[in-house]
């Protein structure tokens, strides 16, 4: 074949491509067009709105933090100062994770935080914004202040949630029907504890109990613990030395002539020291410095929490990683306690998808109420005295050890009821039990 010949076989190779391209491109546009007319209906006319129409308003929900600012004696490590915004920081996660899911059935959570030093101040504080109509106050507060709040606040459509006190007394024969709890009581910590050291088969305790007044009523749980899950207190001594200046030159080795001695004569016998400092006297001075070589728990050592910075089950990694992106620290025991509180709210709100006041007051009373809490299991009240019931860890410094209640201890209704005050030795009439 010529070259001549080639170039015109070339040439119509190209032609001949070039039109089929075409061909298959006015196939694909007339294979369209009926798709177009056919198949496709055209779209209605959006309905015009009416004149004057508006969007359904949010449902608005007020939540009050209500803090009592007290003056409490530095901690002995420094690591455990706590920040100025201790509750706070947990509150703005709860109130964004309630907005989160609020968004979605027209809801809105908005904080307001009152603290004061004063405590007439906070309850006059409270009463105004409740009877501005806020229902809902979480309260970080001592006790008297707790039951003072609860007064003012008698036959008001107002919810008071503790969340900084562990006294029982708020639980049992001064508990009130306008109050919830989701700090556990010292005999729900002190339980927590007993049933692991009782598991692990340390019966035998030595005593350790500090002279404030929190430390006689903490002693008075962990004694009916002991007697509940057959314990045994073989040596009992209350701490009175004074540590003197223990951050100057000196400080520690005061300490360490001071806890040997106080601990030397004493039943060697004992498998655990139980160390009850809830002042943050000594505690901390315990571990080590012990004459007879001992584990040390109680508040130092293995100690009972609601939560712990280390907590990576259930969930328990992503929900402080949130927290730290939003606060720039650790999550706190306080913090959990706040969240807890304004995350039942958010939960009764999202199930009744409303903002009345009254009826998710009622709500956390009903039996279908449930909280999601990164604890492996559904949290809900007790009808009898308002408190939350929850799994307590056992922890360390570092670490999480256990979680309470602890296999084996078996109840005929939840086994977190055999955690505190059960509904047949509770001193609580408010309720009707």
Not at 103 to 113: A, N, S
Not at 374 to 388: E, I, P, S
Request: glycine share 6%.
């Amino acid at each position: 074949m010529t070259n001549a010949n080639v170039h015109r076989f070339d040439s119509s190779r190209t032609r001949l491509g070039l039109i089929a391209c075409a061909v298959m491109m006015a196939a694909v546009a007339v294979a369209a067009m009926p798709v177009l007319a056919q198949d496709v209906k055209p779209a209605a006319p959006e309905a015009a709105a009416p004149s004057g129409a508006q969007k359904p308003a949010v449902m608005k929900i007020n939540v009050l933090l209500a803090r009592e600012l007290r003056d409490i004696a530095p901690p002995l490590s420094l690591l455990d100062i706590a920040p100025p915004d201790d509750g706070i920081g947990g509150a703005k996660l709860a109130i964004a994770d309630n907005n989160t899911t609020g968004k979605f059935v027209g809801q809105e959570f908005i904080l307001d935080v009152i603290q004061n030093e004063k405590p007439e101040a906070l309850v006059a504080d409270v009463v105004k914004k409740v009877d501005a109509g806020a229902a809902f106050v979480v309260v970080d507060a001592s006790p008297k202040t707790i039951l003072a709040l609860s007064d003012a606040l008698k036959g008001k459509t107002a919810l008071l949630l503790n969340a900084g006190s562990p006294d029982e007394r708020l639980r049992e024969e001064d508990c009130r029907t306008n109050v919830k709890h989701t700090i556990p009581s010292r005999a729900m910590f002190a339980d927590a504890l007993v049933q692991y050291l009782t598991w692990k088969r340390w019966s035998r305790w030595f005593l350790m109990v500090g002279p404030a007044e929190e430390d006689k009523l903490l002693a008075d749980a962990y004694r009916r613990a002991a007697k509940r899950f057959g314990a045994k207190i073989i040596n009992e001594k209350t701490y009175t030395y004074e540590p003197g200046s223990r951050r100057s030159d000196g400080g520690f080795e005061q300490i360490q002539q001071q806890m040997p001695s106080f601990t030397q004569d004493v039943d060697k016998d004992h498998d655990v020291v139980v160390v009850v400092d809830e002042g943050g006297l000594f505690g901390e001075y315990v571990p080590y410095r012990t004459w007879h070589a001992k584990p040390v728990v109680g508040t130092a050592g293995l100690y009972p929490a609601t939560w712990h910075p280390a907590v990576e089950l259930w969930g328990g990694t992503q929900f402080q990683n949130r927290f730290r992106r939003m606060n720039n620290r650790n999550f706190r025991e306080l913090d959990y306690n706040v969240w807890m509180a304004i995350r039942s709210i958010g939960e009764a709100a999202t199930r009744k998808k409303t903002n009345d006041g009254r009826q998710l007051i009622d709500y956390l009373d009903n039996p279908d109420f449930e909280l999601a809490a990164f604890k492996g299991q559904k949290l809900t009240y007790r009808k009898w005295n308002g408190q939350l019931r929850q799994p307590i860890l056992l922890v360390t410094g570092k670490l999480h050890v256990t979680v309470s209640p602890q296999q084996g201890f078996l109840h005929q209704l939840t086994e977190l009821d055999t955690l505190g005050i059960d509904k047949p030795e509770t001193k609580c009439k408010a309720f009707g039990n």
